[in-house]
Structure formats: C-alpha cells, structure tokens
C-alpha cells in the first residue's frame, strides 16, 4: 500500500513496518479495546489518502471504463449478502437472482445486473413485473387461457360465447367474473385493474347460470347447494363461486373467480421453502404468505404445496377450507402433487381440522388458506409448539398492517406492554411504557405479495419486528420476476412508521396503535 502512495505521490503510512511487526508477534492485536491512540493514528494514516488515491487512479482509466471499479465493488458486496444478515448487502442494487444447492439446502445466489453494453444498473429495477402469470397461464389471449376455457363451462351456452368473444380482444388474464341482478355481467382483469362490462344479468339470465352450476354438481333441481360460507366448487377445477344472497336468503349475484396452477411460480422463493424443511435435527421454520385479495396468494400456496410435497420430499397434509386449495370434489386436483388434503366441513370448525391434522395424519409441514380467526392463530401456535412447520395465507397490506391487527399479530410473535423505571423512561423519550414482541413467531418468515410477480420477502421476523418496535428502520428484500422471466433481487431501507407523517400518521398515532392490539383491541376501535 505504502508502494502504491509513492507511486502516485502520496505521503506513505510511517507507521506501517512498525505496526506490522506488532501484528507478527501479537495476531490478536486488531482485538484489543478501547483501541489505543497509537492504533488510531495508524488507522488515520491508512484512510486519509483513500479518496485522492481514489481520484487519481480513475483518471488513469477511460471514461468508457470507469464503471468497472464500482461494478466489481457491489459485485463483492453482493457475494458476502447473507439471507439473515443483510448489513453488508449493496442498498438500492438490482441484482440477478439464482439458487444452487449446498449441503441439502437451497441457497439464493445474486450476481450484479451487468452494465455492459450500455445497460444501466436501474434498468431492471425500474421496469415494471407484467403479469408474468398470464403468460404462464394461457396463450397470446385471455380466452385462450385453459383455466378460464374451464370456468366457461358454469354458464349457460350463450353467456359462456358472449364471454369468450368479448377476451379475444385482450391479453391481460381474467381475474374473476361479478354476475350481480340487474346490472352489467363484468369481466375484472389483472387483478382488479381492468375490467370488461357485457350484457345486464336478468333473473332470467341468473337462474339459467344457477341452473348450469347445479348441473356441473349433479344436483337435484335447478339450485346448487352453497356451503355454509356461501361457496362453492366443481369437481375437477380450482375455480371458486361464491353467491350474495338478499335478507330472504335469495341469491341475487355470483362471483366467479378463476383458479389457476402455475407451475414454477414458486420457483422465487427456493430458498425460504428449503427452510421450511428440518435437517440434521435443526428446527423447520414456518411461512406467512402476506397480501391483499386477488394478488395471487392461492396460486402462490398451490405451487409451493406441490414444491414441498415433491421437490423436497415433505409429507405435507392441505387443510382446504373451501376446496380452493386442490379442488373440489373427493379426488385432490394433481396441482398439489403428492400432498394429501383434509377438506374442511364448516369454516368455523377449521381450528380444529388443523389440530386432528397433527394428531392423526403426522404431517412435516400443514398448509392452510386464510388464517383470519382467533382460534386459527391459536391452533397455529399450538402447532408450531409441536415442531411441525407451516405454510398459510393471510390477508393484510403489508407488516406494518399485520402489526396493528390484534387477531392477527400473534403469528409473528404478538406485542406486550412493560413498565419502565424512571431512568430507562428517560432513555425512552420519557415515555414510561414501552411495546414488546410478546413472544416466539409461529411463522419465522414472511412474505408479501405487493402484486402478482413483486413480493417483499422477510427471512427472519423477529429481529425485523424487534427492530421496528425500537423506532428503527430495517433493511429488507425485495424479489421480481421481470418479463423476460428473469428473477431480480434487491435491498433498500424501509423506513420505521414511527417516522412517517404521511396522513397525518406519526410517532404518536403509530405508538397509540400498537398499544391497543397489545392490550387485545383492534387498532381501529
């Protein structure tokens, strides 16, 4: 080093032979603390002539060249990018994102995007995912698509053509179909974002769709029979029919949304799914797959069913609420591969669906459809107890939104109230109370689906919800799939809501929050 400051006219480190034979006799002595004013003079000498040594070296290279130093830098960075210590990782920085397999363990692999050949390091990063599903799911039109072909078969022959004419004309994928008394048959695509509006639904129309679905169930009479949460599936298919019923408990609308299996579409998150897996003793860990309705958490749960039951060998057992998961019918949908299903009789009864699971099936890993219950979170928690991991499905916007549901929060560990003393008050802003993680988390990682093909993904959620309930902001991934089907990674600072001031919501209104779920209320009583 001290060659290369001469070189380019730098004052050498004077204390560089000296010290270095310090570090011969002693290799410990980087160790030593408090460090002493000597070794702080030595590390001053080293660092003050870095950045004009900096200067100097890239005016020696071309223009064109230059970028290759900062390249190989984030390169380096992103090789030391650990999944559960994100503190050396590269911020902002889209990278390629792969996984090899490594002692039986799948491990995310992230190389640079290049910047060769005039690409730019924001290009991938700031092209928006398409809705790679779609693409997966049919051909160059939505009425191509199979899953919908499927779900053409529930209405009468005339609405079905009318439907299929109208998706020759788009390449977004159906969503799902609202048939609502009185008004325009709507066609919503790419979740929620677009939508189709076709013929009024009469009563004449409605009972000839009701008539065709108790035909595909093979009822008696011109009525299918709903469940008890106004659902219901067809043999066969992942598709979900759920009706809206008036005060006379006439169904006055349908929706009709489309059930799909992508394979591959976990492909994402190889790694967290290998967790998911115990080996050599060590403890499996669970996941919570995050999002708002229609963002693709079903079909995300399906493919990862499918990947753990035949990829990593897992007996997995499918608690399936409203058949959604495998289909309707006796035999399960071959889109959860070698995993068994447990249908569930009553909504209300699917805690305890999930407890005779553990205890008469021996599954290593359950998978369940919306936890939205306190008795689901607590037959969760018991199963966490008892080793055995799992992968569900919740509805929320995001940690922040799950943090503030007081059903809710108890799967990622819960929040506690503690009493502080005088001086720790002091440190704490004065404030005399201060909010905890109650607990373990009953699912170690977290996932949230921000659309389709973009998820925020948490590797380990108690330090990140420690970190959070100290006022801190965290550092946290981000996955896409772009339209080339490339997967990307990247890392950026969340900010803590504490600080925020969007809507009027700052410290204050973030603190009063979560003190009511931690006292058992919701957030928004």
Wanted: a neutral charge; aromatic letters at 4%.
């Amino acid at each position: 080093f001290n060659a290369l400051l001469k070189l380019y006219g730098l004052s050498p480190n004077s204390e560089k032979d000296r010290v270095h034979d310090i570090m011969q006799q002693n290799p410990k002595y980087w160790s030593i603390r408090p460090l002493t004013s000597d070794m702080i003079s030595y590390a001053a000498q080293d660092v003050q002539h870095l950045l004009p040594l900096y200067t100097k070296l890239m005016l020696e290279l071309d223009k064109s060249q230059r970028h290759f130093p900062f390249q190989l830098s984030l390169q380096h960075a992103a090789s030391l990018v650990d999944q559960f210590d994100t503190s050396r990782c590269p911020r902002g920085v889209p990278m390629k994102l792969s996984f090899d397999q490594k002692d039986g363990a799948m491990r995310a692999k992230r190389q640079l995007v290049s910047l060769e050949d005039g690409g730019s390091l924001s290009e991938a990063h700031t092209t928006p995912p398409s809705d790679v599903n779609a693409a997966a799911a049919g051909s160059a039109t939505a009425c191509s698509d199979a899953a919908v072909l499927s779900l053409l078969s529930a209405f009468p022959q005339d609405t079905a053509t009318e439907i299929q004419n109208a998706l020759r004309h788009t390449s977004a994928s159906l969503f799902e179909i609202v048939f609502d008394l009185g008004r325009p048959i709507v066609l919503r695509l790419d979740g929620n974002q677009d939508e189709i509006q076709l013929g009024t639904v009469d009563e004449s129309l409605l009972r000839s769709a009701l008539k065709q679905l108790a035909i595909l169930k093979k009822e008696d009479g011109d009525m299918p029979v709903f469940t008890a949460d106004n659902r219901l599936g067809i043999n066969g298919m992942l598709h979900r029919i759920s009706a809206i019923r008036n005060p006379r408990d006439i169904i006055i609308g349908l929706t009709y949304r489309v059930g799909r299996h992508i394979g591959g579409v976990s492909d994402m998150i190889l790694d967290m799914l290998s967790c998911v897996v115990r080996r050599d003793g060590s403890p499996s860990k669970s996941l919570l797959l995050l999002g708002v309705p229609g963002v693709g958490k079903t079909t995300l749960l399906r493919d990862v069913t499918k990947t753990l039951a035949d990829r990593f060998k897992q007996i997995v057992v499918v608690v399936d609420t409203s058949n959604e998961i495998a289909g309707d019918g006796d035999i399960s949908h071959n889109c959860i591969g070698r995993a068994r299903r447990m249908p569930v009789r009553s909504r209300a009864k699917q805690h305890e669906v999930l407890t005779e699971a553990v205890q008469n099936h021996t599954p290593q890993c359950i998978v369940i459809d919306e936890i939205g219950t306190a008795l689901e979170v607590a037959a969760a928690k018991t199963i966490a107890q008892r080793g055995v991991s799992m992968v569900a499905t919740a509805h929320g916007i995001d940690l922040h939104s799950l943090m503030k549901n007081h059903v809710l929060v108890p799967l990622i560990g819960g929040l506690t109230t503690v009493t502080l003393g005088d001086q720790a008050a002091a440190k704490n802003g004065s404030n005399k109370t201060k909010i905890e993680r109650a607990g373990a988390a009953a699912f170690d990682m977290v996932i949230e689906l921000v659309s389709r093909n973009k998820w925020r993904v948490y590797h380990s959620i108690g330090p990140v919800m420690d970190a959070l309930l100290a006022g801190a902001d965290v550092v946290v991934e981000t996955r896409w799939l772009h339209t080339d089907g490339t997967m990307y990674s990247s890392f950026d600072l969340m900010k803590n809501p504490s600080s925020s001031i969007d809507n009027g919501a700052g410290q204050d209104d973030w603190f009063e929050s979560l003190l009511m779920v931690a006292a058992g209320r919701s957030s928004n009583d």
